[in-house]
């Protein structure tokens, strides 16, 4: 078993310069909002990002509350692909426990093959109470439905036959027709507070998709999230590796602290009224915060996220790392706070200013303007000096 100490400390020295970002759609839009309007808003948003540089995109799955709109994460996926060059793919998160193994195991292989190896699949219990009722699964028996499918769909990616029996599905001798293109398709678990997830990504060798990293129960749960992982690796035999930890956190970002409240005041009300009134998501507590300025200042005071500047992301991002001792992509969890042009200059802002510093692109870009800088005045000197000798060989010659 890896000393925890030990790897803490080298991953929290690595995570400054090699941290990968990416994004996380739910999507979150207003209630009775033209959903069409709404879904190609959010391609054109993942487009753009791409374009940033983001090295991850997730998308969500929901299907009740009228505001998280995508109920298949595979097929919006597929349509993102088409638009975007460069990004990973990720379903965030298929909910287990409403499907069929079989039939998630056959839609990721398909999409794997149709991006040439750029999907990734995010496994959940299934977060939302109401979608579950829908189908006849009751919010106690997700996380068991959640690890028995877990247990399914690995064994599935890897060529095995699988027999399985559950109040939701029965499998018999089922396997795949087709392999996946990947030669490692990425697979997690999605994590809130409950280690349920940091023991499945362990006990099967999994990626881990902290969605609730920020909320300040799933904050205060990261110290010890690693070691649940690592504890059920070394029970189970599996290779575990804190690069494929994913960390989502909410942030908008302007210019100014001024300019970035003046942003979210265009739709975070909507976004509390979401946990506040309508989806039963008791990890999600937001309080009783009822203006504007009481939902910034409840969202900086808890830690949740940050409305503000690059170098308060960057802060948060850091706080981070040293909570959790290292990770491998932090996530901006997308909403839609600001308005599109608003959102598009936030993200614009992150891969411009804060990626760099923790990827070693800021302090290359320093370290070479402060070197140029210390000669400038000798080197001004000595090309001005060469420059006349040449204005007078010419002269003379």
Do not use: K
Not at 58 to 76: D, K, Q, R, T, Y
Not at 165 to 180: E, K, S
Not at 220 to 246: N, P
Not at 290 to 310: N, Q
């Amino acid at each position: 078993m890896t000393d925890t100490t030990e790897t803490c400390h080298t991953m929290s020295s690595e995570s400054a310069a090699r941290l990968r970002f990416g994004a996380f759609l739910g999507p979150h839009h207003t209630v009775g909002e033209n959903p069409t309007l709404a879904l190609h808003r959010d391609l054109a948003l993942l487009q753009a990002l791409d374009g940033f540089g983001y090295d991850e995109l997730w998308v969500g799955e929901h299907h009740s509350g009228g505001v998280e709109i995508i109920g298949s994460p595979e097929v919006f996926l597929a349509a993102a692909a088409e638009r975007t060059r460069h990004a990973r793919l990720g379903t965030g998160v298929v909910a287990v426990a409403y499907h069929n193994p079989l039939w998630v195991a056959e839609r990721i292989v398909l999409l794997d093959h149709l991006t040439r190896g750029r999907v990734m699949l995010g496994l959940g219990p299934g977060g939302i109470p109401t979608d579950g009722l829908m189908v006849g699964v009751a919010p106690e028996d997700t996380r068991e439905l959640l690890a028995e499918g877990v247990r399914c769909i690995t064994a599935l990616l890897r060529g095995e036959a699988v027999t399985s029996d559950t109040p939701m599905w029965r499998l018999r001798d089922a396997r795949l027709h087709i392999q996946p293109y990947s030669e490692d398709l990425e697979v997690c678990v999605s994590v809130v507070a409950s280690p349920t997830g940091a023991t499945l990504a362990g006990t099967h060798g999994l990626g881990m998709l902290s969605i609730g990293a920020t909320q300040p129960a799933g904050f205060e749960a990261l110290a010890s999230h690693w070691s649940f992982v690592e504890r059920a690796a070394a029970v189970s035999g599996a290779t575990v590796d804190r690069r494929r930890w994913r960390l989502a956190g909410l942030l908008h970002i302007a210019d100014t602290r001024e300019q970035a409240e003046r942003d979210v005041a265009h739709g975070i009300a909507s976004w509390f009224r979401y946990y506040q009134d309508i989806v039963a998501v008791p990890q999600v507590d937001l309080g009783t915060a009822s203006t504007v300025g009481e939902m910034i200042e409840y969202i900086r005071a808890s830690g949740l996220g940050v409305i503000g500047t690059p170098d308060d992301a960057i802060e948060q991002v850091q706080r981070l790392v040293d909570q959790a001792g290292g990770f491998g992509t932090y996530l901006a969890f997308l909403h839609e706070w600001a308005n599109p042009q608003a959102t598009l200059r936030s993200h614009e802002l992150l891969a411009q200013r804060v990626m760099p510093h923790f990827q070693g692109h800021r302090a290359a870009g320093e370290d070479a303007a402060r070197r140029a800088r210390a000669e400038r005045t000798t080197l001004t000197a000595r090309a001005q000096g060469a420059h006349e000798a040449a204005v007078a060989r010419h002269r003379d010659g």
